[in-house]
């Protein structure tokens, strides 16, 4: 079956840097995905990975190793706003989208 | 700016009643959408693949004859909640895809639809 694991949730303070894990076991790879959900709204697309490495975008940084089947998402200069869930996204063989649970990011002041 | 526009943002209707949810995208042609429902504290659950000019795909346990869903234009799906009840409040939300651009591009969401059932 086709699986995406991520802590359920973490803690950290404002100011500081955060990593969030992502390993997956899907049917193919066609790239994957991090969005960001606040509570009560809809996702918003943060970052795209189809080959290994590390793609910068501001405060935010994602990375990716196709043979590990992981990837994480950097989160530095934490601020209060940046309290959500961040989910993980496979696109697969049949280019259909397999969604992690989803990592609850609390940030403390 | 949004590039998936959702509507209506909230509901709130009567047991029994049908509930019309309209998904369009704005700046592009969209041959696939998505439809997904999340429960609170829970992930996203996909419930059906909207394609534009046949049938949906429906996921396992999802049915078909309760949630209806149309795809009659390249910009516009609507999912329609026959007979709603309480259990079927949740969040609703679509998403679409910008195939032109490539396969692997991302989905764009809609704002979701709160449906409140009472």
């Known amino acids: 079956g086709q699986n995406i694991d991520q802590p359920t949730e973490m803690t950290a303070t404002e100011g500081a840097i955060v990593q969030i894990n992502c390993t997956y076991q899907t049917s193919g790879f066609n790239g994957l995905f991090w969005y960001q959900q606040h509570a009560g709204e809809a996702p918003t697309f943060l970052s795209y990975n189809v080959l290994d490495g590390l793609e910068e975008k501001g405060r935010f940084s994602s990375f990716l190793s196709r043979s590990k089947g992981y990837s994480y998402l950097l989160l530095k200069e934490l601020q209060m706003k940046d309290s959500a869930s961040y989910l993980c996204?496979?696109?697969?063989?049949?280019?259909?989208?397999?969604w992690g649970a989803g990592t609850k990011l609390i940030i403390k002041p | 700016g949004a590039v998936v526009s959702q509507h209506p943002s909230w509901v709130i209707c009567k047991s029994g009643t049908s509930v019309k949810i309209e998904c369009r995208s704005l700046?592009?042609?969209?041959?696939?959408m998505f439809w997904y429902r999340q429960f609170p504290k829970q992930s996203l659950m996909l419930m059906a693949t909207s394609n534009e000019g046949s049938k949906a795909t429906y996921e396992q346990g999802v049915e078909k004859d309760k949630f209806l869903i149309n795809h009659a234009s390249l910009t516009l799906s609507t999912l329609t909640v026959t007979s709603a009840h309480p259990e079927d409040s949740s969040f609703y939300i679509c998403s679409a895809r910008d195939h032109r651009k490539g396969d692997g591009q991302p989905q764009h969401f809609g704002d979701g639809t709160r449906l409140s059932i009472l």
């Open positions: 996204a496979v696109l697969d063989s049949n280019y259909q989208l397999i």
């Open positions: 700046d592009f042609q969209a041959t696939t």
